[in-house]
């Protein structure tokens, strides 16, 4: 079967009413990779999108030009092993699954899957047999990262096995007439060799789907959607400053003008200046208009006294619902709520185990919709982050701005451990600010996934020229990830160290000692509180 062409002449063309089909729908089985499938048949140029295992094979259907069931930490045999709507399997779209995915579609399709005498975990050599156009740029034996038990024994009626695991066991299947084909490995981890040339091989030979997703459509077709939505009615939104809520208002400015309003609020435990400063250009270069709102005092009061971190969250997000709702009565007739939701977010909500209780209200301005009765438009709720910033930069954003690191939300108040005061909030901005000033200089910046400054609520004795001094602690933290769930400390050279510290010492009054955090995440988390 090498070398014959699987698309057929009308692939990826709807039958019935001759338009493309240009989605992959990925099936959630609760893998932990199933994001990861979402993004790399992203990185194909394919519009993909998630959708919860048992999902209703009409909704399926619409405009889908490939299904892929993920893997799952379920046994397929297993009581409360999650099965899709076996009117899945007659829907005509071409089909791939992974790891669980494909034991779940041999069973159903009458083949044979078993217990499996010996698990297979971690990195496994797969040799494809007869090169099938699945494996199509494969040399050899690949490397392929496998996590299973259950194994498929014998394939369904009218598949053939197209590639096995170095100790011999089934590996991929596949119907050509069908276009169903089953991986036992993950190719959407990145210790899979070539697992990205097998989608696309998958999506764009197998399924005949184009690339077709660029920032550039991706603006005007959001453009045109929010236009359609709001009409004439006026948008109000939060503005931070970060990449998320940055990218959003200049692409909702861009679809209604001054009908946007975004409202940013100084709560007084930002970083220096530099948030304002990220205003300002927003501001005057792209020609938002900004309601900029000092609110300082307010929550510096509030918090007063308060050294419990969640306390200070919960105290930090009070206030700011009530900052903003006072702000947004002040403009009068209001009808959209916009928020800079991302898909992780959204791929949170519909896991296998139901609605997921462990949503970060922080990602969005939680609880204004209900409270404020507006209705809520989320136009980044079909990307990744590495997509808004694309989409920012395809909307003029400048690139400093769409590289900044994650701030969180109760932000300098979580970096100062104990009570928050404006002069604790004054030292750590200095501090804070010649360290990633001295990271943007060695060009380390871009290079890090997040850094910032402690304060601790301890002091220590130093000596500074013939005095005795008694002053504050300052830690240096920097961290790689990929998207803050697990972290790595970053190896900062020493001579970086070495700059930062002299510096802080020197220039922040109230600081006389520096340490640099070599922990990783887990067991420690990123931020200190
Ligand atoms: P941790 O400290 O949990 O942080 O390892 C993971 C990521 O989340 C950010 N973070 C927060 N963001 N509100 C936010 O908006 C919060 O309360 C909060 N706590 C942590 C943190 O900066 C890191 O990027």
Not at 252 to 279: M, Q, T, W, Y
Request: with cysteine.
């Amino acid at each position: 079967m090498s070398g014959q062409s699987l698309a057929a002449p009308n692939a990826g063309v709807d039958e019935m009413t001759g338009s493309r089909r240009t989605r992959v729908v990925i099936l959630d089985f609760g893998s932990q990779y199933t994001h990861l499938i979402a993004r790399r048949v992203r990185e194909c140029g394919v519009y993909s999108e998630v959708l919860r295992f048992d999902a209703a094979p009409s909704e399926i259907a619409e405009g889908t030009g490939a299904i892929i069931l993920s893997g799952s930490p379920f046994s397929i045999y297993g009581e409360d092993a999650p099965k899709p709507d076996p009117g899945i399997y007659e829907l005509g779209i071409p089909m791939l699954g992974i790891c669980y995915g494909m034991q779940a579609m041999t069973e159903t399709l009458g083949g044979k899957v078993s217990p499996g005498t010996t698990r297979e975990y971690g990195p496994m050599g797969f040799e494809p047999g007869d090169k099938h156009r699945l494996f199509e740029g494969l040399s050899g034996t690949a490397k392929v990262w496998m996590s299973h038990g259950d194994e498929v024994m014998e394939p369904p009626a009218g598949f053939e096995v197209l590639g096995r695991s170095a100790d011999g066991k089934i590996a991929s299947i596949g119907s050509d007439e069908r276009r169903f084909f089953g991986l036992q490995f993950h190719p959407e981890v990145v210790h899979t060799e070539h697992g990205k040339l097998v989608l696309e091989n998958y999506v764009h030979e197998i399924c005949g789907i184009p690339s077709n997703w660029s920032p550039a459509s991706f603006v005007e077709e959001t453009v045109a959607a929010i236009r359609k939505q709001v009409g004439d009615s006026k948008v109000v939104c939060a503005l931070s400053g970060g990449v998320d809520s940055s990218v959003m208002s200049v692409l909702i400015h861009r679809a209604i003008g001054d009908n946007l309003f975004p409202i940013f609020v100084d709560n007084g435990v930002l970083r220096k200046s530099e948030d304002h400063e990220v205003i300002e250009r927003l501001k005057t270069r792209l020609g938002l208009s900004i309601d900029i709102v000092d609110a300082r005092g307010r929550f510096l009061d509030r918090l007063a006294g308060v050294e419990d971190p969640e306390k200070k969250r919960k105290i930090i997000g009070t206030e700011f619902i009530r900052v903003f709702e006072e702000e947004a009565k002040k403009l009068g007739d209001i009808k959209f709520l916009a928020q800079g939701t991302l898909y992780p977010d959204v791929i949170e909500s519909i896991s296998v185990k139901g609605p997921s209780a462990t949503i970060k209200s922080h990602h969005n301005v939680g609880g204004l919709p209900e409270h404020m009765d507006l209705e809520l438009i989320e136009p980044l709720k079909t990307l990744f982050k590495d997509e808004v910033r694309k989409v920012g930069a395809e909307l003029g954003i400048d690139p400093d701005i769409l590289g900044r690191h994650p701030f969180p939300g109760p932000g300098l108040a979580v970096r100062i451990l104990g009570e928050v005061t404006a002069e604790r909030v004054a030292i750590l901005q200095e501090a804070d600010a010649i360290a990633i000033d001295e990271m943007r200089n060695a060009g380390l910046y871009n290079d890090i996934w997040q850094a910032f400054a402690v304060l601790l609520p301890i002091k220590t004795v130093g000596v500074m020229g013939d005095e005795r001094t008694y002053e504050n602690v300052v830690v240096v933290r920097a961290v790689d990830s990929l998207d803050g769930m697990t972290a790595h400390w970053f190896p900062m050279p020493h001579e970086v160290l070495e700059r930062m510290s002299a510096r802080i010492i020197n220039e922040v009054r109230g600081v006389n000692r520096v340490c640099y955090d070599i922990s990783s995440k887990p067991p420690s988390t990123i931020e200190w509180e």
